[in-house]
């Protein structure tokens, strides 16, 4: 059936809810991805569920483990420090960019979205938030073809699992950091608000790889 499909609105719902789960850490690397429970867990038939996880196997997200079945991926020490790598190039182009190109409007947005972030702290709304302040950042730069990019690279860091900012010293520093980044792009200085960018993509990594190392699951190779 048509509606089946998932570029249908039944399978593109499946595919963007599934997406939601991830984003929100209700997933993890190694999870198992069972059709039934999923379908009922999203009020749709399997068809769709099953299409939506061959579209998270195309982006990477889902891999086929023997005698289990399509299971949410385990990067290994590489890949994070690559996916690290090419968010701080892509996301410090953006900010660059956006010094360049955002308006009056857009700034002052940023700014409120990021005095909220403050006062929200690690609430559950912060990781939204935080989002969407990189989100605007992107839109700011007006560049298709970098958007495009930066949402591929987006749905691979989903593997990663919940954001750092669940770190109380993390996500005040992270406000911080913002605030450079805002600095720079109202002062329209493009290389600084790329510098202020990557130290700031850095400082989630260093965070990220201490968080991981400490799992009693690290065996040095795997994170």
Known sequence: MASDDINSPQGNTAYQRLLDVLREGRLNPGDRLRETELAEQLGVSR???REAIRQLEADGIVAHVPRQGA???MLDYAEVMEL?????VLEGTAARLAARAASEIEIEELCDMNDALARIGTAPEAFTLNRQFHAAILDAAKNRFLSRSITSLQKALM???PTT???PDRA???????RDILAAITARDGAGAEAAMRAHIEAAQ???VRALRARPTYDGDLL
């Open 84 to 88: 690290y790598e090419m968010r701080a």
């Open 47 to 49: 068809t769709p569920v």
């Open 206 to 208: 260093r965070v990220r």
């Open 165 to 167: 900012l669940t770190e």
């Open 172 to 178: 005040e520093k992270a406000v911080t950091e913002h």
């Open 71 to 73: 299971s949410i991926r």
């Open 159 to 161: 593997i990663l699992g």
